[in-house]
C-alpha cells in the first residue's frame, strides 16, 4: 500500500501547511474569503485494558477532546485478535497495539499507518520481562537456555523474550517457549509453580514481583523491546476528516501525556478503574512516562519486520514505509 502511503503522507503535508497559511494569513476586504477547515471526522478507537491508553482516557476525562472539537469514542477489546477483527472490519478507525499486529494487518489487506509510540520509546517507558518462581534456582537469562519459557507465539511477547535472550548471550537454538496465550492464565501458572518462567507484559510483572516471583530481566535497561502504538485505517485517513482529525488528536495526545506526567498519581484511580490494576498492587504501582507523539525509527519497525519474517510472520514483504508516514 506505498501509494496509499504516499497519499496519506501529502495529505498529512497540505494539512501542516494549510494550518501554517491560516495562522498567516491577515483578515482583509480585498481578499477572498478562506476556505472552511475539513470537519474532524469522528474516530473510534479500539482499546485493550492495558497502561498504555492512560493518556487517552485523561484526555476523554479532562473533555480535552472536546475542546479540540474531537468526537472520540472506545470501543473496548479483551483480546487483540478481537481487536484486528473489528479493525478489518471497518468497525474501529484506530486501534492501541503493536507493530506486530499493524504489520500483519497491512500484509492482510487492512492497511495501517502507525501515528504515535504510545510507550515503549526508551527503556523508562513500560515494562516487559522474565519472571521465575520465588524458589527458583534460576538467577539469570543465561541459565534459561533450554529451559521452556512460558509465553505466547508470534506475539510481541516472544518478540522480547528473544531479544533478552538475545542480549543475554543465548543461542537462538537454545530459546525454548512454552505456549501459553492468556497472560492471566500465565501468571497464575508461574506462581502456582507449574511453569519454570514466564515472559510477563506489566501489570503483572509487578504482582508477580509483588507476590514472591522473582524478576531475573526485563527491557527497562538498554534497548526498550516492547513499543505499543497507536494505529490509523489507512480508508479513515483518505476519508474527509480524517487526517486532520489524526493530526488534532496527536496533540491532543501531547496534552494528556503532560498532564499524566506531571502528576501521575491525579490520575491512579483512572488507570485502576480503565487498566484493571490488580488489588494487591493498584495503590502501589509505578505509573508510567509516557512519551509525547511520535513515530518508532526505522531501526525499530525493522527489527520487528526482520524477525517476524524470520519466523515466516509475513506473507509477502511488509516495509518501514508501508507502516510509518514518511513526509516527503
Do not use: H
Not at 472520540?72 to 479483551?78: A, L
Request: charged share 20%; with cysteine.
Amino acid at each position: 500500500m506505498l501509494r496509499l502511503r504516499r497519499t496519506i503522507a501529502c495529505l498529512a503535508v497540505l494539512v501542516l501547511s494549510m494550518s501554517m497559511l491560516t495562522g498567516c494569513a491577515s483578515k482583509s476586504a480585498d481578499t477572498s474569503a478562506a476556505e472552511e477547515p475539513a470537519k474532524l471526522a469522528p474516530i473510534r478507537i479500539g482499546v485493550l485494558p492495558t497502561e498504555d491508553s492512560l493518556p487517552l482516557w485523561v484526555a476523554d476525562k479532562e473533555g480535552l477532546f472536546a475542546d479540540a472539537g474531537l468526537d472520540v469514542s472506545f470501543v473496548n477489546f479483551q483480546a487483540a485478535a478481537e481487536r484486528d477483527a473489528a479493525f478489518t472490519a471497518g468497525e474501529i478507525d484506530a486501534f492501541m497495539g503493536d507493530m506486530i499486529a499493524a504489520a500483519l494487518l497491512e500484509q492482510g489487506g487492512s492497511g495501517a499507518t502507525i501515528g504515535t509510540i504510545m510507550l515503549g520509546g526508551t527503556p523508562a517507558e513500560g515494562r516487559f520481562g522474565i519472571a521465575v518462581p520465588a524458589d527458583s534456582a534460576y538467577q539469570d537469562l543465561s541459565a534459561l537456555a533450554g529451559v521452556p519459557v512460558g509465553t505466547s507465539s508470534g506475539t510481541i511477547q516472544e518478540y522480547v523474550l528473544d531479544g533478552l535472550m538475545r542480549q543475554a548471550g543465548v543461542p537462538a537454538d537454545k530459546v525454548v517457549t512454552e505456549e501459553v496465550k492468556k497472560v492471566p492464565v500465565r501468571f497464575e501458572l508461574l506462581m502456582a509453580g507449574k511453569l519454570k518462567a514466564a515472559a510477563l507484559p506489566e501489570p503483572f510483572l509487578s504482582l508477580a514481583e509483588a507476590q514472591g516471583a522473582k524478576i531475573i530481566a526485563s527491557d527497562t535497561e538498554g534497548e526498550n523491546l516492547s513499543q505499543t502504538i497507536l494505529g490509523f485505517s489507512d480508508n479513515y485517513l483518505v476519508a474527509p476528516g480524517g487526517i486532520e482529525a489524526m493530526t488534532v488528536l496527536l496533540d491532543v495526545w501531547n496534552e494528556a501525556v503532560t498532564l499524566v506526567n506531571a502528576s501521575p498519581d491525579a490520575y491512579r484511580a483512572t488507570l485502576v478503574e480503565q487498566a484493571r490494576l490488580p488489588e494487591p498492587i493498584k495503590d502501589s504501582y509505578k505509573i508510567s512516562v509516557y512519551p509525547m507523539a511520535d513515530s518508532p525509527s526505522q531501526a525499530q519497525v525493522d527489527a520487528v519486520l526482520a524477525w517476524m519474517d524470520a519466523k515466516k510472520l509475513l506473507g509477502k514483504p511488509v516495509s518501514f514505509e508501508d507502516l510509518v508516514m514518511v513526509t516527503p
